[in-house]
């Protein structure tokens, strides 16, 4: 069965400085693999998508991820933190079978100032 | 833009109720989800439609059921509420076509049993 972990439950990062979010996935195939962001009582929004090609993919609002299949990670990273990335990212992993996505539990940035 | 609405933002249910959670998509799209989020846990699907009438259990079914009479709308129905479903309820929707597509949610529906 696909799964999918993120090993931090909060990230604190200083408005500025670098950040990266990890995530590691479990999937026999070749996944596909997502990065949604969820802002403070909103819904969930796309950020960037993996499903073949270039490991590394670019996504909206600056972010970037990079698929290491020798790794089973797909990581979120941003040069330069802002105040309003400040939310809660989840990692998923595009199921068996079609259409179902699996989870992870999700990170919780705060950005201080 | 695609917009999946959710007919309540907050609800709050009394133990024993039947509740109905609505959610409309405007986008034409013939996959609908149903999810339930919870801290630490993350989404975990609940019930999902790939064409009217028509529907799949996800990872935790049990006291919920689900309707799709019309393809724009995906209906969560807890038959009788209970206080462990207390919960924070997302809505998604996606065209068909295997596991690269992109789900588009809801803004959520936070439910409070009593």
């Known amino acids: 069965a696909q799964s999918v972990t993120q090993p931090d439950i909060h990230i604190t990062v200083s408005e500025g400085a670098s950040l990266e979010l990890r995530c590691n996935y479990s999937?026999?195939?070749?996944?596909?693999l997502f990065w949604y962001v969820q802002s403070p009582g909103q819904g969930l929004q796309l950020l960037l998508k993996?499903?073949?090609?270039?490991?590394l993919v670019q996504g909206i609002k600056g972010f970037e991820a990079e698929f290491k299949r020798s790794q089973s990670s797909f990581n979120l990273r941003k040069p330069s933190v802002h105040w309003s990335d400040a939310a809660e990212y989840f990692c998923?992993?595009?199921?068996?079978?079609?259409?179902?996505?699996?989870f992870g539990a999700g990170t919780i940035l705060r950005v201080k100032s | 833009d695609v917009k999946v609405t959710q007919s309540s933002r907050y609800l709050v249910k009394r133990t024993g109720e039947k509740v109905f959670l609505e959610c409309v998509q405007d986008?034409?799209?013939?996959?609908m989800f149903w999810y339930r989020q919870d801290p630490g846990l993350g989404l975990r699907l609940i019930y999902f439609?790939?064409?009217?009438?028509?529907?799949e259990k996800g990872d935790i079914p049990e006291g919920y059921s689900v309707s799709r009479e019309k393809k724009e709308r995906f209906s969560l129905i807890l038959e009788s509420a209970s206080t462990n479903q207390t919960s924070m309820y997302l809505c998604?929707?996606?065209?068909?076509?295997?596991?690269?597509?992109?789900?588009?949610f809801g803004p959520g529906t936070r439910l409070t049993v009593l």
């Open positions: 998923a992993v595009g199921a068996t079978g079609g259409n179902k996505l699996v």
């Open positions: 998604a929707s996606s065209y068909p076509g295997g596991a690269a597509d992109t789900q588009y």
């Open positions: 999937y026999g195939a070749t996944p596909y």
């Open positions: 986008m034409d799209h013939e996959n």
């Open positions: 993996y499903f073949s090609g270039d490991t």
């Open positions: 439609s790939y064409d009217v009438k028509m529907k």
